[in-house]
């Protein structure tokens, strides 16, 4: 990371917008997870959101790191695993009405939004392998 922004591995002066994302969300799944322990008292569902919401962003920073194109798409495709158990927990929270219908959609947008950048991303190295 320099100054706050992700770089390419290949190109240290091209940022990576789906490093950036996911460490945005990663930040978020944190604060949610504060929000949820102090004003809610909730401490199962909010470690387990913050877990796996925490853990997109590291497995997007090791694929791109990654020592082979069948290495990368292995983390990418850990990260789609962790995105779409995020997207359950966040579900599960709001229809449990420990979140805003607002805070979980908002939540869920970004979460999903990252579920497509991984699936794009995941397929288009799996063609590029071919």
Known sequence: MDNGKWTMKDDPGTTNPLAEKTYSFARRSIKLYRHLVAEQREFVLSKQVLRCGTSIGANVAEANQAQSRPDFISKLSIALKEAVETEYWLRLLRDEQ????????????????????????????????S
């Open 98 to 129: 420990f979140i805003t219908p607002a805070l979980a959609e908002s939540l869920l947008a970004d979460c999903r939004e990252l579920i497509r950048i991984l699936t794009a991303s995941i397929n288009t190295a799996k063609r590029r392998a």
